[in-house]
C-alpha cells in the first residue's frame, strides 16, 4: 500500500485544515487508519485512528473536540478535518494504516505502511 499525505498548509491560529491521505496500490479499507505527528525537535505522537469498518474512532486528549477523522472507503481516502488550530498542532502529520489491536491503536510500531507525511504550521 503507498500512502499519500496532502492537505498541509500554513493557517493562522483559530483557522482550520483538512488533511486528505489517499492510497494507491490496494484497498486499505481492510486497514485500521491513523494519523500521527511529529513536531520539530519531539517525538511522533499519535493524534488519531478511525477502524476498519469506520464504525469507531479515537483521539487525543489535545485534539479531541477539534480534528476529525473520517474515511470514504469509495475513494480509498482518509480525512483528518482540523478546526480551532493552535501554534501548538504544528507538525508534520502521517497517515499509517494497521491492524492493531483494539487496546493498541495509539501505538506506532501497529503500523505496517506510512505516508510521507504533510506539514501544518500555525501562526499566532
Known amino acids: 500500500v503507498q500512502l499519500q499525505a496532502s492537505g498541509g498548509g500554513l493557517v493562522q491560529e483559530g483557522g482550520s485544515l483538512r488533511l486528505s491521505c489517499a492510497a494507491s496500490?490496494?484497498?486499505?479499507?481492510?486497514?485500521?487508519v491513523a494519523w500521527f505527528r511529529q513536531a520539530p525537535g519531539k517525538e511522533r505522537e499519535f493524534v488519531a485512528h478511525?477502524?476498519?469498518?469506520?464504525?469507531?474512532?479515537y483521539y487525543a486528549d489535545s485534539v479531541k473536540g477539534r480534528f476529525t477523522i473520517s474515511r470514504d472507503s469509495s475513494k480509498n481516502a482518509v480525512y483528518l478535518q482540523m478546526t480551532n488550530l493552535k501554534p501548538a498542532d504544528t507538525a508534520t502529520y502521517y497517515c499509517?494504516?494497521?491492524?492493531?489491536?483494539?487496546?493498541?491503536?495509539?501505538?506506532?510500531?501497529?503500523?505496517?505502511?506510512w505516508g510521507q507525511g504533510t506539514l501544518v504550521t500555525v501562526s499566532s
Open positions: 496500490g490496494r484497498t486499505f479499507s481492510t486497514y485500521a
Open positions: 478511525i477502524r476498519q469498518s469506520g464504525s469507531a474512532t
Open positions: 499509517a494504516v494497521g491492524r492493531p489491536i483494539l487496546s493498541a491503536y495509539d501505538v506506532s510500531s501497529m503500523y505496517y505502511y
